[in-house]
T-cell receptor, first 115, second 115 residues
């Protein structure tokens, strides 16, 4: 069965600094990988996805993520963090080798950007 | 005009009661989901319907019963509520299930508190 891990409960970064939120996955087939963001008292919003092609994918709000097959990782990055980026970030995976086609979410990482 | 809307947004009730949460989407999608987010923010899929047909039914107590009267609606009924049912329940939708890569549109959540 597929799984996804976000090893950090919280990431703290100063505004203007680069940020990285880590995600690793395990699948039996090929992965479809996603990042979602959740602001307080709101539903999850889609940020970006990797399906195939270029390993570096760009998404909303200046975020990007790099697919690394050998390390089974899909870390979320942003060159310059904003205070408004503070939120809960979820990595998710869909396993093409799993007939259930379920989208499985990681446990979430809280990003805190201080002014 | 909210794409995925859930009602009620907040629900406080006593143990043993029966309650329902309603979800409607106006995106024209044919697949809808219920996810449960616990107090630690862990997000887990409960059910998925595609064209009113149940296609995902996770290991959820049979006190939980989803109902999809049409493609635009997916309601969740919970019988004999227990303390452990306290959580935020998210409805989501997508265009297609088997062909969809995994980009979901989420409602804002329904916070259920069982006393």
């Amino acid at each position: 069965a597929q799984s996804v891990a976000q090893p950090e409960d919280q990431v703290n970064v100063a505004e203007g600094n680069p940020l990285t939120v880590k995600c690793t996955y395990s699948v039996s087939g090929n992965p479809y990988l996603f990042w979602y963001v959740q602001y307080p008292n709101r539903g999850l919003q889609f940020l970006l996805k990797y399906i195939t092609g270029d390993n570096l994918v760009k998404g909303s709000y200046g975020f990007e993520a790099e697919f690394n097959k050998s390390q089974t990782s899909f870390h979320l990055k942003k060159p310059s963090a904003l205070v408004s980026d503070s939120a809960l970030y979820f990595c998710a995976v869909r396993d093409t080798g799993d007939s259930s086609y379920k989208l499985i979410f990681g446990s979430g990482t809280r990003l805190l950007v201080r002014p | 005009d909210t794409a995925v809307s859930q009602t009620p947004k907040y629900l406080v009730t006593q143990m043993g009661n029966d309650k329902s949460i309603k979800c409607e989407q106006n995106l024209g999608h044919d697949t809808m989901y219920w996810y449960k987010q616990d107090s630690k923010k862990f997000l887990k899929i409960m059910f998925s319907y595609n064209n009113k047909e149940l296609i995902i039914n996770e290991t959820v107590p049979n006190r939980f019963s989803p109902k999809s009267p049409d493609k635009a609606h997916l309601n969740l009924h919970i019988n004999s509520l227990e303390l452990g049912d306290s959580a935020v329940y998210f409805c989501a939708s997508s265009q297609g299930f088997w062909v969809n890569t995994g980009e979901l549109f989420f409602g804002e959540g329904s916070r259920l508190t069982v006393l």
